[in-house]
T-cell receptor, first 114, second 113 residues
Framework: DSGVTQTPKHLITATGQRVTLRCSPR?????VYWYQQSLDQGLQFLIH???????AKGNILERFSAQQFPDLHSELNLSSLELGDSALYFC?????????????FGPGTRLTVL | GNSVTQMEGPVTLSEEAFLTINCTYT??????LFWYVQYPGEGLQLLLK?????DKGSNKGFEATYRKETTSFHLEKGSVQVSDSAVYFC????????????FGRGTSLIVHP
């Protein structure tokens, strides 16, 4: 158990819909990262938050957004869903935003868009 | 930019065989290097790490040595078990900037009894 929790574990929805994925980092970790994992694209970095502030964006679509709340949990919002958005979505947390970056991953949310 | 290249899988071995998964990297500075493992249905877990040249990371019988001269961080294990079947990801993280790790595409390992 990494100490990172993600809900829900599975999500099935239809095209055009909007969903919210939730992540709670390990106690004490200020950084949260979101990743998308699919068979064809591998593990893709989406976005990084540190102590409530957005720090870096990766390959995140404009239809996707995220935030980190004062209690440090984070939500990833996916809207106008397309079939191609079906993937595993992981969040990871780490204690530092400086220095080498050991990340602790949650179990993931499997999103299926029908 | 930074990049990590891993050998393509799947790698299929019999139990007790020797394992090598190749990883090479490109980085502008002096990165830290990692191997993560993803068991079926789970998230990634850190397997081992090395933070400077010639360091050897080791854990659970797995080893990898940070070779700056060849920009490599190959994963090895002397005798694999069925329970080692998983996907292995090589990654680097470079101090400075946003410290976003760069991951390889992953190498699937299948170990048969």
């Amino acid at each position: 158990d990494s100490g990172v929790t993600q809900t829900p574990k599975h999500l099935i929805t239809a095209t055009g819909q909007r969903v919210t994925l939730r992540c709670s980092p390990r106690s004490g970790d200020l950084s949260v990262y979101w990743y998308q994992q699919s068979l064809d694209q591998g593990l893709q970095f989406l976005i990084h938050y540190y102590n409530g502030e957005e720090r870096a964006k990766g390959n995140i679509l404009e239809r996707f957004s995220a935030q980190q709340f004062p209690d440090l949990h984070s939500e990833l919002n996916l809207s106008s869903l397309e079939l191609g958005d079906s993937a595993l979505y992981f969040c990871a947390s780490s204690v530092l935003s400086q220095g080498y970056n050991e990340q602790f991953f949650g179990p993931g949310t499997r999103l299926t868009v029908l | 930019g930074n990049s990590v290249t891993q050998m393509e899988g799947p790698v299929t071995l019999s139990e007790e065989a020797f394992l090598t998964i190749n990883c090479t990297y490109t980085a502008t500075g002096y990165p830290s290097l990692f191997w993560y493992v993803q068991y079926p249905g789970e998230g990634l877990q850190l397997l081992l790490k090395a933070t400077k040249a010639d360091d050897k990371g080791s854990n659970k019988g797995f080893e990898a040595t940070y070779r700056k001269e060849t920009t490599s961080f190959h994963l090895e294990k002397g005798s694999v078990q069925v329970s080692d079947s998983a996907v292995y990801f090589c990654a680097l993280s470079e101090p400075g900037g946003s410290y976003i790790p760069t991951f390889g595409r992953g190498t699937s390992l299948i170990v048969h009894p």
